[in-house]
């Protein structure tokens, strides 16, 4: 009999009645890739789309990408970045493009509008078409690029996975998740780049190292250092306004990582001490198997694992309830017919 990996994550009520619900799995594991707690199952393979950003980024900085280029943290913090196409991230962009000596027509990303709507509302009355700057990757884009121009790789080649630069990824990533890069599945994101599929539990593993990687080699610690840190003191660059990776880290305030991915894919790293004094550092990794198109579900999850983990205060939860753990449904008159909420309990391995 077929057994699903997936479980009810989040369920939709009208009245009385569960009207709909999102299925999903989750797994977050400590530095030692030691499964903390769980739901559905933790050894499920997926795509990390965007999720893997903060990793792709890890070659170039512990090669020296910082010092070659003179990088600012919120440039590093781009280069791992999902970006909403403001004004603000395009200028950001630019500068950041000119200084590694590369140009916004050396991007392969591709173009699509930027997910903010006022900016996209004053770009069409000003009839201005998107450009490869004001993708969501651009920023991962342009740090591949300086990475090519590092080592002196070809920047027409940078996305071929036969390449010494997508090579160097593939190995970083797979280190981190504690895997051979034969067990990594690759494939082509929705930016061109290669992505990778690994376990839940793989994911989780290197957000946990991220977030504490005083037991690998130095160069790679300070490569891990270098990103947590600068993704949590400039969240903004790492989304947008009103996105939730942005206000997460923002409110975090220094003690958690948190990068989204397409198809309801998220990660958070923990650092230590996050759950009170002497508590491990751990990661997060969640798969929403609808792929959460609306982009209710996976916040709303990601703060209830949140809560149950106790790795937020009360404060904290209610400077966060736009996105969680509970939501009001309306209708169109706006009146509440329902609500969004959570439909799981973690696992603990405590408990096995």
Same mark, same amino acid.
Request: charge should be negative.
């Given at each position: 009999?077929?057994?699903?990996?997936?479980?009810?994550?989040?369920?939709?009520?009208?009245?009385?009645?569960?009207?709909? @619900?999102?299925?999903?799995?989750?797994?977050?594991?400590?530095?030692?890739?030691?499964?903390?707690?769980?739901?559905?199952?933790?050894?499920?393979?997926?795509?990390?789309?965007?999720?893997?950003?903060?990793?792709?980024?890890?070659?170039? @900085? *512990?090669?020296? #990408? &910082?010092? /070659?280029?003179? !990088?600012?943290?919120?440039?590093?913090?781009?280069?791992?970045?999902?970006?909403?196409?403001?004004?603000?991230?395009?200028?950001?962009?630019? %500068?950041?493009?000119?200084?590694?000596?590369?140009?916004?027509?050396?991007?392969?990303?591709?173009?699509?509008?930027?997910?903010?709507?006022?900016?996209?509302?004053?770009?069409?009355?000003?009839?201005?078409?998107?450009?490869?700057?004001?993708?969501?990757?651009?920023?991962?884009?342009?740090?591949?690029?300086?990475?090519?121009?590092?080592? #002196?790789?070809?920047?027409?080649?940078?996305?071929?996975?036969?390449?010494?630069?997508?090579?160097? &990824?593939?190995?970083?990533?797979?280190?981190?998740?504690?895997?051979?890069?034969?067990?990594?599945?690759?494939? @082509?994101?929705?930016?061109?780049?290669?992505?990778?599929?690994?376990?839940?539990?793989?994911?989780?593993?290197?957000?946990?190292?991220?977030?504490?990687?005083?037991? =690998?080699?130095?160069?790679?610690?300070?490569?891990? $250092?270098?990103?947590?840190?600068?993704?949590?003191?400039?969240?903004?660059?790492?989304? +947008?306004?009103?996105?939730?990776?942005?206000?997460?880290?923002?409110?975090?305030?220094?003690? @958690?990582?948190?990068?989204?991915?397409? *198809?309801?894919?998220?990660? &958070?790293? !923990? =650092?230590?001490?996050?759950? +009170?004094? #002497?508590?491990?550092?751990?990661?997060?990794? !969640?798969?929403?198997?609808?792929?959460?198109?609306?982009? $209710?579900?996976?916040?709303?999850?990601?703060?209830?694992?949140?809560?149950? =983990?106790? %790795?937020?205060?009360?404060?904290? =939860?209610?400077?966060?309830?736009?996105? +969680?753990?509970?939501?009001?449904?309306?209708? $169109?008159?706006?009146?509440?017919?329902?609500? %969004?909420?959570? /439909?799981?309990? !973690?696992?603990?391995?405590?408990?096995?």
């Amino acid at each position: 009999m077929f057994k699903s990996p997936y479980l009810p994550l989040v369920e939709l009520t009208r009245g009385e009645i569960t009207e709909s @619900i999102h299925f999903g799995a989750l797994a977050v594991a400590d530095r030692d890739g030691r499964l903390f707690a769980w739901y559905g199952d933790p050894e499920l393979v997926t795509f990390l789309r965007s999720t893997a950003k903060p990793f792709q980024a890890l070659p170039f @900085i *512990e090669s020296g #990408g &910082i010092q /070659a280029f003179h !990088l600012e943290p919120a440039e590093i913090a781009l280069i791992c970045a999902s970006h909403s196409g403001t004004d603000a991230h395009v200028v950001a962009v630019s %500068a950041l493009q000119a200084k590694v000596g590369i140009l916004e027509t050396d991007l392969k990303c591709g173009t699509h509008p930027p997910s903010h709507e006022p900016t996209l509302e004053a770009m069409r009355q000003r009839g201005e078409e998107p450009s490869p700057n004001r993708h969501n990757c651009s920023g991962k884009h342009t740090g591949m690029l300086a990475s090519a121009r590092l080592h #002196g790789w070809s920047k027409a080649s940078y996305l071929e996975l036969s390449q010494p630069l997508q090579q160097g &990824i593939l190995e970083a990533f797979a280190e981190m998740c504690d895997l051979s890069s034969g067990q990594v599945q690759v494939g @082509i994101d929705g930016c061109s780049a290669p992505n990778f599929a690994v376990p839940l539990r793989n994911a989780a593993l290197a957000f946990a190292r991220l977030c504490d990687p005083q037991q =690998l080699p130095e160069p790679r610690a300070q490569a891990c $250092r270098a990103i947590s840190s600068a993704m949590m003191s400039h969240p903004f660059i790492v989304a +947008g306004p009103g996105r939730f990776d942005s206000c997460l880290m923002e409110i975090g305030a220094g003690k @958690i990582v948190a990068k989204g991915g397409a *198809e309801g894919y998220q990660g &958070i790293g !923990l =650092l230590p001490g996050t759950l +009170g004094p #002497g508590s491990p550092a751990l990661g997060i990794a !969640l798969k929403v198997s609808d792929g959460d198109l609306k982009g $209710r579900a996976r916040p709303l999850a990601c703060l209830e694992i949140l809560r149950q =983990l106790d %790795a937020l205060s009360p404060q904290q =939860l209610q400077a966060l309830t736009e996105f +969680g753990p509970r939501l009001p449904v309306h209708n $169109r008159r706006e009146i509440k017919v329902g609500e %969004a909420r959570p /439909a799981f309990q !973690l696992h603990w391995a405590e408990n096995e």
